[in-house]
C-alpha cells in the first residue's frame, strides 16, 4: 500500500492508508492537497484513499479550461481502482462527486455514504454569487499574470473569515497555495469558480447512500446557499453549518466529530 504523502504515477497520485472495510476516499478542494485531507480520515475505520487530482501533486493538468465532467472523470478512476464504497470530496471534489451521481455515473452506483464537505457549486448560481465569483476570477488571474505572488497571498487570505486571517496555519496554507498557482499547471483551473458542478440535479434524488453535507458560515468561496441546495436534493440528508472558519481551521474537533458519526455509524 502506497503511504507516500506525495505519490507518483505508477501510484496513480494516490496514498492508501490502513485496511479492511470500508474504503473511504477522501478527496481535496481546488489548491488543496493529500496532507490537506488527511485530517478529515482521522479516527475513520477501514481503508482511506487519498488522491491528488489532475493539476495537484505532481498529477498532470488536462490543459486550461478545467471543468466538472473532467474532475468526476478522474474522480471515478479513482472509485474504481479502490473499489471504494464510501467517498468524501472537498469543494472542487465535492462538485466532481456530486456530478459523478447525478449523472448515474456506475462509479457512484456502489457509494453507501458520501460527505460533501464546502460545496462551492451545484446548478447555475444566482446573479450574485456568480458575479462574486466572476470578480475573485478575474482577480486572481490578474495577480498570476503580473506574477504578484505576495498579491496572490493576500487575496486568497482575504477569502478566509476574519478572525483566521492572521493565524499562521493560515497564512502558510495561502502562501503554498500561491506559489503552486503561480508555478505549477494548478494556474489552468482558475476558472473553476465559474463552472457549474451539476446538469440534472434531478439525479440526486434517485441516490439511495446515506448523505451529510458540512459546511460553515460566511463564506464567500462555499456559500451556505449552496451547501442547502445539496442537503435539499439529496433525500434524508443529514446537513450541518458550523461557525465561520470551523472547517479547516476553528473547529477541527466538531468536524472529527461529524465525520466519525457518519462514517463509523
Do not use: C
Amino acid at each position: 500500500m502506497t503511504r507516500a504523502i506525495l505519490p507518483g504515477a505508477e501510484e496513480h497520485y494516490t496514498a492508501i492508508i490502513g485496511s479492511g472495510e470500508p474504503t473511504t476516499v477522501f478527496a481535496h478542494g481546488f489548491g488543496g492537497s493529500i496532507r490537506d485531507t488527511r485530517p478529515f480520515g482521522t479516527g475513520i475505520r477501514g481503508t482511506k484513499v487519498f488522491p491528488h487530482m489532475p493539476g495537484h501533486g505532481g498529477n498532470p493538468s488536462p490543459g486550461p479550461g478545467w471543468d466538472y465532467p473532467m474532475l468526476a472523470h478522474a474522480l471515478a478512476g479513482v472509485l474504481e481502482r479502490t473499489d471504494a464504497d464510501h467517498a468524501l470530496g472537498v469543494s472542487m471534489s465535492a462538485g466532481a462527486l456530486a456530478r459523478l451521481i447525478t449523472d448515474g455515473h456506475p462509479a457512484a452506483r456502489s457509494l453507501k455514504k458520501v460527505a460533501f464537505v464546502l460545496p462551492a457549486s451545484w446548478t447555475p448560481p444566482p446573479e450574485h454569487l456568480m458575479e462574486n465569483f466572476e470578480a475573485y476570477t478575474t482577480m486572481l488571474r490578474g495577480y498570476v499574470e503580473s506574477g504578484d505572488e505576495d498579491g496572490l497571498v493576500r487575496a486568497l487570505v482575504e477569502r478566509e473569515a476574519p478572525e483566521v486571517r492572521q493565524m499562521p496555519e493560515a497564512q502558510q496554507f495561502a502562501r503554498g497555495r500561491a506559489r503552486a498557482i503561480m508555478t505549477t499547471d494548478l494556474k489552468d483551473g482558475i476558472g473553476l469558480a465559474r463552472q457549474t458542478a451539476v446538469e440534472n440535479p434531478q439525479g440526486a434524488a434517485g441516490f439511495t447512500g446515506e448523505v451529510l453535507v458540512l459546511t460553515h458560515e460566511d463564506d464567500n468561496s462555499h456559500p451556505v446557499e449552496v451547501a442547502q441546495k445539496y442537503a435539499a436534493a439529496f433525500p434524508s440528508a443529514r446537513f450541518e453549518v458550523l461557525p465561520r472558519g470551523s472547517i479547516l481551521w476553528r473547529g477541527r474537533q466538531d468536524v472529527r466529530r461529524i465525520l466519525g458519526e457518519f462514517f463509523n455509524s
